[in-house]
């Protein structure tokens, strides 16, 4: 545990930071498993509009800090590369 002043406000702004990462994190796994559900489901309107909600909850958190940038470009990467074959 801290014992100054600004290092304890420091650990309380990280827990705060940790919670909100999670969050991010989280809605961008559920937009990204509806795009799956919807291929899986073979609706290509839901499969676009999932696709799109993923796109941007994936730059959403990376931008935010809450999943990397590499990490958010390789799943969209592996989303799309799922959604043609899945069509094909």
């Not at 291929?39 to 676009?48: E, W």
């Not at 990376?62 to 074959?85: E, P, Q, V, Y």
């Amino acid at each position: 545990m801290a014992h100054h002043k600004s290092a304890i406000k420091r650990w309380h702004q990280s827990l705060r930071e940790r919670e909100r990462n999670r969050t991010r994190r989280t809605i961008a796994r559920g937009t990204v498993r509806r795009v799956r559900e919807a291929v899986a489901a073979g609706d290509d309107t839901a499969t676009r509009e999932a696709l799109s909600a993923a796109y941007s909850a994936l730059d959403r958190a990376a931008k935010m800090g809450a999943i990397h940038t590499g990490k958010a470009d390789r799943t969209k990467a592996r989303l799309a590369a799922f959604i043609s074959k899945g069509a094909a």
